[in-house]
């Protein structure tokens, strides 16, 4: 069993930054894929970025290449994901996920555990 924290999340204008972090506890963190997805009022939730444990390979969203960066400390049991240039339409509750089999299960939001999500608002 996994426990994932998000925290990180606020209210920057456009063009804004912030950096959202998920811990996790429980299972051995350093060996399980972790994800970000987000959730706008009256949308489908959708995929943002994953890692892979070993590697620490990154698969990103093409809507937020270049912007968003997603890393992690396996000794502190945490993931970041790292939001440059923000937009307005960025607003939503963002999401840390994790999977102990692939990124892949990740990556199309069958992760085995979720977090409860912390608010991003951009304000334009």
């Known amino acids: 069993q996994v426990q994932l924290v998000e925290s990180g999340g606020g209210s920057v204008q456009a063009g804004g930054s912030l950096r959202l972090s998920c811990v996790a506890s429980?299972?051995?963190?350093?060996?399980?894929?972790v994800g970000w997805f987000r959730q706008a009022p009256g949308k489908e939730r959708e995929f943002v970025a994953a890692i892979t444990w070993r590697w620490q390979a990154a698969d990103y969203a093409d809507s937020v290449k270049g912007r968003f960066t997603i890393s992690r400390d396996n000794a502190k049991n945490t993931c970041y994901l790292q939001l440059n240039s923000l937009k307005p339409e960025e607003t939503a509750v963002y999401y840390c996920?994790?999977?102990?089999?692939?990124?892949?299960?990740?990556?199309?939001?069958?992760?085995?555990?979720w977090g409860q999500g912390t608010q991003v608002t951009v304000s334009s």
């Open positions: 429980g299972r051995t963190f350093s060996t399980t894929f």
């Open positions: 996920a994790a999977s102990a089999e692939s990124i892949s299960k990740v990556r199309v939001g069958e992760a085995d555990y």
